[in-house]
């Protein structure tokens, strides 16, 4: 049975039985779940399990797409262990509980996958009668086919009690494993072999809340159900392969890193593991990047440049020395674009996104593996030092995992203690260094805010806070004085979605703050930064705060503007031109896309024209709220890397632009009159930027370029701009006429120069030697004349030696003939001893060589010395 067969049969079999299809969750989980990447089925429900909100079904079905980072280094070693996988889940929010889950999942399991009831083994929780009798009284599994297990196993892994890891909902679980025979193992059930026997399918009972200690603090307030099964284990016991990476899901992608580096799975087991986790790393990473991961130092994003380095060092020892992750984008986007539409719909950001980490690693890695061959042969006791480790990761980039790989590879090992012991001394010197920050925004604490700024561009306020800029509160700040200020509601904007924050006053019985900008401090708290122009200002004081009326108006023309001319680059160039970043200034606007080519002009001016026909229709956008499902059903779009909550905000305008967004927008587009384009180009592989004038900002660029174009059609002697174009092309056509007349005559000269010196040449024991100063030259003129006179000398042993001293600069130039280096008479052996009389130094190959140095006036002594330095190369090798 084909992956994408098991798929939709898991979620039809569970929709039968009243449950919900619900779309997979981003990568990237909600903030209260505590987790970095999502790592279970559960995540998007974890609020409904705690009893923080209602569900809006009692019954769900969904395919997850989880991340599990601790199985890294276990990937392509063994048969089933991914960091990204496909988890099929069945949950009941109060609804069913265990009789239920364990029923239909060994009908699903034995009834429509097919396989053998006489083949299950199942695991349960040391304590959990009711699961066992559900195992034994409800579907008839023999009681010597259950295992009982702890919480946690020997090396203190959670064994069959399940929790996310972090502080939340958990409880005990079932697993079914299934016995694929005796070619994988012995006999004797999981406790004995879990190669042979496989785990596809765990079976959580969600009843108790977690704390930050994993124990169990008290019942939640309904049983529930989670369960989740892999895809890719699935496939391999019903495809009878030997590993995840023989299914059909795998393949095609490990097919990709055979024909990239030659070499076929199956026949060296140190190559098998390097195309396993090329295939593996390299869908995961397709899908976090669609998800809107990025590669960073820290973070999710840190999990995503590990992973992309490592699959690039694990093909460059396969010997593939092109970029991987393109053709690998190809088959995963293929392969699985039906079932998450982001992979298409983000597909060049993800080109992009990782060819140019690919690129940039592969430079490292060249380096890095240099110096960790250096770093190989100062080993002590077989073990690469601390401090080489260190200076690798943190100078050169190159990942501790990685280098305790090439390590272990070696027969070496990494003193990782010294490394840990480096890498904190910089940490606390970085916290050293870093400010104090008393109220601590990133933790939550900072007051909330409520924003109207929608409504309205003056407000009556509080004073809630007052800080200085190191964030120390203050009970009064003085004229002059840099302050933080947080009100209990503002018309302040806050900078996000691109749009830079507002500017304005907040005034005060007692003075005023000059607000210079306002950004977000966490999801309900807005900052003002700003200095006290006047007076004295109070914490808790009462205010009223004035947002900047034009400059606000101007940029709400330029936000417009962006809606408008996204939505025209994806008419023009296709849906894949989606934003990918934004500036939204006073007045300019600044938006990348994705797209594999520049922009032509003209289609930069089609677009142009399409945007400012479109302003003509003065529209008035229409901002409302509503559920994210309804948001994607009407197909508004979503910003590549925004997070959205539940309810969201969409800004329409007309019937060609439907976003999600939290920005500022003026009544009309007939209100933004004009949008100029400045110009478009590259920002990285694949990524392209436009930039673009709005409003009166674009009319007095338009001016400008009238008056230049009107100095211009002055300075080439012409009266009419509409002619001018043809008398420049008069006038530069008799200015190519007339330097190639000049060249000719300089050329004329130039050969006579070579003429003089070739007649100059001097004869020392069979061979001929050229030795000359030559004013007004520069080194370039100089190596020209130095190739030029020893052309006249081939087939014979000759050199040639030229000096000048053009802008105070010594410059000496050597030339060889073939038949003068085999007599050992090579340009930079003819030049060593002369660099030095100079005060420079000599390099070059055997037929061409360059000195420089600091004193010209030396040139003629250095020339001097050329016939005695000839005469000992030739005695050298006689």
Not at 178 to 186: I, T
Not at 538 to 566: N, Y
Not at 729 to 735: F, G
Request: aromatic fraction near 6%.
């Amino acid at each position: 049975m084909e992956g994408e067969r098991i798929r939709e049969l898991f979620l039809s079999f569970f929709e039968e039985r009243g449950h919900k299809r619900v779309p997979s969750s981003s990568l990237i989980p909600p903030p209260e779940s505590g987790l970095l990447l999502a790592n279970a089925g559960m995540n998007q429900f974890i609020p409904i399990f705690l009893g923080q909100a209602e569900p809006s079904y009692p019954r769900a079905v969904t395919v997850q797409k989880v991340m599990r980072t601790n199985d890294i280094n276990n990937v392509g070693t063994d048969a089933r262990h991914l960091t990204f996988f496909e988890m099929l889940g069945n949950f009941s929010f109060g609804d069913y509980f265990k009789a239920e889950a364990i029923a239909w999942a060994h009908e699903l399991v034995t009834e429509r996958f097919g396989i053998d009831h006489d083949r299950l083994w199942v695991t349960v929780y040391e304590e959990d009668d009711e699961a066992v009798q559900g195992w034994v009284d409800g579907v008839g599994l023999a009681p010597d086919r259950i295992v009982r297990r702890g919480m946690t196993d020997a090396q203190g892994e959670l064994a069959n009690y399940w929790h996310t890891h972090a502080a939340g909902p958990g409880g005990p679980c079932s697993e079914i494993f299934v016995d694929r025979g005796a070619k994988y193992g012995p006999e004797g059930g999981p406790d004995v072999d879990e190669e042979r026997f496989m785990e596809i399918w765990n079976l959580v009972f969600i009843q108790d809340r977690i704390d930050g200690e994993f124990r169990v603090v008290e019942p939640l307030p309904a049983k529930n159900v989670d369960t989740g099964s892999s895809l890719e284990r699935v496939a391999v016991v019903l495809q009878d392969v030997d590993s995840v990476f023989e299914t059909d899901l795998f393949r095609p992608l490990l097919e990709v890193a055979e024909s990239l580096s030659g070499r076929p799975h199956g026949r060296d087991s140190r190559d098998d593991v390097s195309l396993k986790i090329i295939a593996e790393h390299g869908r995961a990473t397709a899908f976090l990047i669609a998800d809107g991961v990025q590669p960073a130092n820290e973070g999710r994003g840190y999990v995503l440049r590990r992973m992309l380095r490592r699959m690039v060092s694990h093909a460059r020892q396969l010997g593939i020395e092109r970029a991987v992750m393109d053709p690998i984008i190809d088959v995963v986007a293929e392969r699985f674009g039906d079932a998450y539409p982001a992979l298409r719909e983000n597909e060049a950001f993800v080109r992009q996104v990782a060819g140019s980490e690919e690129e940039r690693f592969a430079a490292t890695l060249r380096q890095g593996l240099v110096l960790f061959d250096d770093a190989r042969g100062r080993t002590r006791d077989g073990r690469i030092t601390g401090d080489d480790a260190f200076k690798l990761s943190d100078t050169f980039g190159f990942p501790l995992q990685l280098t305790e790989e090439l390590a272990a590879e070696a027969g070496l090992s990494v003193d990782v203690d010294r490394f840990a012991a480096l890498l904190e001394e910089q940490r606390d010197r970085a916290r050293r260094a870093r400010k104090k920050v008393s109220v601590g925004l990133d933790a939550g604490t900072a007051p909330p805010t409520t924003f109207v700024g929608y409504e309205t561009l003056e407000s009556d306020a509080t004073i809630v806070t007052l800080l200085d800029p190191e964030f120390r509160e203050l009970p009064v700040a003085e004229e002059g004085q840099d302050v933080r200020i947080f009100l209990d509601r503002t018309p302040f904007y806050a900078e996000g979605g691109g749009q830079v924050g507002d500017r304005g006053l907040i005034r005060t019985p007692s003075g005023v703050i000059r607000v210079d900008d306002t950004v977000p401090a966490g999801d309900r708290s807005i900052l003002h930064t700003g200095v006290v122009e006047s007076g004295e200002v109070r914490a808790s004081a009462e205010a009223h705060a004035e947002v900047d009326a034009d400059r606000r108006e101007a940029t709400a023309r330029a936000h417009t503007s962006t809606h408008v001319v996204h939505a025209t680059l994806r008419e023009l160039l296709g849906e894949h031109a989606r934003q990918a970043g934004s500036l939204v200034e006073p007045g300019r606007l600044r938006f990348d896309f994705p797209h594999p080519s520049a922009v032509s002009s003209d289609q930069l001016d089609e677009a142009e024209l399409i945007a400012n026909r479109r302003l003509t229709a003065d529209d008035a956008p229409r901002a409302f709220e509503t559920s994210m499902e309804e948001a994607e059903r009407i197909g508004a779009v979503m910003l590549f890397g925004e997070k959205y909550g539940d309810v969201v905000r969409v800004v329409e305008i007309g019937e060609y632009s439907r976003e999600l967004c939290g920005g500022t927008h003026v009544s009309r587009t007939g209100h933004i009159g004009v949008i100029r384009f400045l110009h478009e180009g590259s920002i990285g592989a694949g990524m392209r930027r436009v930039e673009a004038l709005v409003g009166p900002d674009a009319l007095r660029e338009i001016n400008v370029e009238r008056a230049l174009l009107h100095d211009l059609v002055e300075a080439i002697g012409s009266t009419d701009p509409r002619s001018a174009i043809d008398h420049a092309r008069k006038v530069t056509e008799e200015n190519k006429r007339l330097r190639s007349a000049l060249g000719a005559l300089q050329r004329g000269d130039r050969d006579a120069v070579i003429a003089a010196l070739v007649e100059g040449v001097l004869e020392i024991d069979g061979l001929g030697l050229v030795v000359s100063e030559v004013a007004g030259e520069d080194a370039s003129g100089l190596r020209e004349l130095a190739q030029k006179v020893r052309d006249r000398f081939q087939g014979r042993a000759a050199a040639v030696v030229l000096g000048g001293g053009a802008d105070g600069k010594a410059q000496l130039v050597a030339a060889s003939t073939l038949e003068a280096v085999a007599k050992g008479v090579t340009a930079p052996e003819l030049l060593r001893e002369a660099a030095t009389v100079i005060g420079g130094g000599a390099g070059g190959k055997d037929i061409l060589a360059m000195a420089g140095g600091r004193d010209a006036s030396a040139v003629g002594r250095a020339l001097g010395g050329i016939p005695a330095r000839v005469r000992g190369l030739l005695a050298a090798t006689s």
